[in-house]
């Protein structure tokens, strides 16, 4: 189906996703790692426990581990599906408490708005889509 004009050759469109892959997987594994080595675990547990979630520090720290496996699961093409698609909700999440109010623009415009979190998401839902496994497809 094309909107206008070609599609993509099928060669060049899969590298081009594999490229969006690799890329996302790596900028979540930097935030993921930074996290944990400046020490911002706990105070995101915090920052969590005072927006009214149980377990703040819980909450944090299974963030963070989600931003470092499943980035590595995503880089060797394992459960690539399941790992984009939580960090899409993850990512949903920080968009909607976060970037949201400071309204769409990162910067320019505006400052920590929600444009790139929407361009990480739509990213990451196009990855999940590709390596969906096929036998769950047909039918």
Same mark, same amino acid.
């Given at each position: 189906? +094309?909107?206008?004009?070609?599609?993509?050759?099928?060669?060049?469109?899969?590298?081009?996703?594999?490229?969006?892959? $690799?890329?996302?997987?790596?900028?979540?594994? $930097?935030?993921?790692?930074?996290?944990?080595?400046?020490?911002?675990?706990?105070?995101?547990?915090?920052?969590?426990?005072?927006?009214?979630?149980?377990?703040?520090?819980?909450?944090?720290?299974?963030?963070?581990?989600?931003?470092?496996?499943?980035? !590595?699961?995503?880089?060797?093409?394992?459960?690539?599906?399941? +790992?984009?698609?939580?960090?899409?909700?993850?990512?949903?999440?920080?968009? $909607?408490?976060?970037?949201?109010?400071?309204?769409?623009?990162?910067?320019?415009?505006?400052?920590?708005? !929600?444009?790139?979190?929407?361009?990480?998401?739509?990213?990451?839902?196009? !990855? +999940?889509?590709?390596?969906?496994? +096929?036998?769950?497809?047909?039918?």
């Amino acid at each position: 189906m +094309a909107l206008t004009g070609p599609a993509a050759p099928g060669t060049r469109a899969a590298l081009a996703l594999e490229a969006l892959r $690799i890329t996302v997987a790596i900028l979540i594994l $930097i935030h993921g790692v930074y996290r944990l080595a400046a020490g911002l675990v706990e105070p995101f547990g915090i920052w969590l426990g005072s927006l009214g979630f149980p377990f703040g520090y819980g909450w944090a720290m299974a963030v963070t581990l989600c931003e470092l496996v499943g980035p !590595v699961l995503m880089l060797v093409r394992r459960w690539t599906s399941f +790992a984009a698609l939580g960090h899409a909700g993850i990512l949903t999440l920080g968009l $909607i408490l976060v970037h949201l109010p400071a309204g769409w623009f990162v910067v320019g415009a505006g400052r920590n708005g !929600v444009e790139y979190s929407v361009l990480l998401i739509a990213v990451l839902l196009a !990855v +999940a889509w590709t390596w969906w496994p +096929a036998q769950r497809m047909r039918g």
